[in-house]
């Protein structure tokens, strides 16, 4: 039966670590902020900035929630991140998915300024990614640096999520299965970073099961519920699962078919408990770092 890899020990480590330096930077009158916005009322985005605003409440993080109507213009909204950018309280702006499809959400996010940009999803973020510019923080050697850009939150949660549970990544065969923006593709460059071999799967791909086999680490990324089932897992891998699915019945299930690849798996993530609690505790992480590198320029 495979270990539970639940996420919420190492989230509640991370925001204590967060919650002890929103106090330092607080004796020195810094007060940490986190910009959240929102284009109209779509439900799983309110639920997750209502649960960003508690953790944040938790951590002495202040929010700044701005919910725009759906008819939002896009020159509105850049000058909301421009206005954001230049706001000294603030240190963190996170624009939430999806956007109406009008609006270019590539250009949204990418007015966010990397050094604030801590959800990490900002072409600058992500290049400095791939040129392997911001990798240092994956190392765990952060301390006392000055973050230009930072890591995405749910694919650098996956690789904290791994270490936490010991699982070695370097020279392993990992396959990660989806390739967006936001979690596949970025975490198929954290693990090429830390010296994995990686394949990395989506829709085209064939006969998947013959490659997702081969995995030592397996993450699956697709919001396809229930798509990886026993006999696609080798015996002895790591699984985790990123995906989230809300099933008619209400019932929130991942990508991988929890209750048959348990009896295969090593190490297996549950949906919810696994992953999920992580992404909100490294938004937390990057937006206090944003805050120490900015008052570390000052010389503060
Ligand atoms: N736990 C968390 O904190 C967290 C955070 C973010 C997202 N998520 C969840 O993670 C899942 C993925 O999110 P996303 O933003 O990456 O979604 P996305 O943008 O829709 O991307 C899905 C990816 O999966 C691939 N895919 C879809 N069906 C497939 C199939 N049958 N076989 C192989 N690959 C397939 C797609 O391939 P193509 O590129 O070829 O279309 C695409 O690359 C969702 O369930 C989302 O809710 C969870």
Do not use: W
């Not at 925001?15 to 007060?31: N, P, Y």
């Not at 919910?67 to 020159?75: C, G, Y």
């Not at 990324?221 to 809300?246: E, N, W, Y």
């Not at 209750?259 to 999920?276: I, N």
Request: one cysteine or more; aromatic letters at 4%.
């Amino acid at each position: 039966m495979a270990v539970r890899m639940q996420g919420k020990g190492l989230a509640e480590e991370i925001k204590q670590a967060v919650r002890q330096a929103t106090q330092e930077l607080g004796a020195h009158g810094v007060s940490v902020g986190l910009a959240v916005l929102q284009v109209g009322e779509n439900p799983a985005s309110s639920q997750y900035r209502n649960a960003i605003k508690r953790a944040c409440a938790k951590v002495g993080i202040q929010p700044y929630e701005h919910v725009f109507p759906p008819q939002v213009s896009l020159n509105e909204l850049l000058n909301a991140i421009r206005a954001l950018n230049a706001d000294e309280r603030v240190h963190g702006v996170l624009v939430l998915f999806p956007l109406p499809q009008r609006l270019d959400a590539r250009r949204v996010v990418n007015a966010i300024a990397p050094e604030k940009d801590v959800d990490g999803l900002g072409a600058i973020s992500i290049g400095r990614l791939a040129a392997e510019e911001s990798t240092y923080q994956l190392f765990g050697t952060s301390q006392g640096r000055a973050a230009r850009s930072f890591l995405p939150c749910t694919p650098f949660g996956v690789i904290r999520l791994l270490e936490h549970y010991r699982v070695p990544i370097r020279g392993r065969h990992v396959v990660v299965v989806g390739k967006s923006l936001a979690v596949g593709r970025p975490l198929s460059l954290m693990f090429l970073a830390r010296e994995a071999t990686v394949s990395v799967c989506h829709r085209e791909t064939q006969n998947l099961g013959a490659i997702t086999r081969q995995a030592d680490i397996l993450c699956v990324a697709t919001g396809v519920s229930h798509l990886i089932r026993a006999p696609m897992v080798k015996p002895g891998a790591v699984v985790v699962d990123i995906g989230i699915s809300i099933l008619p019945d209400g019932t929130v299930t991942g990508d991988v078919h929890y209750q048959e690849v348990q009896e295969v798996a090593s190490m297996l993530t549950p949906v919810p408990g696994g992953v999920g609690p992580v992404t909100i505790a490294m938004l937390l992480e990057n937006t206090v770092r944003s805050a120490q590198s900015r008052e570390l320029l000052k010389g503060v």
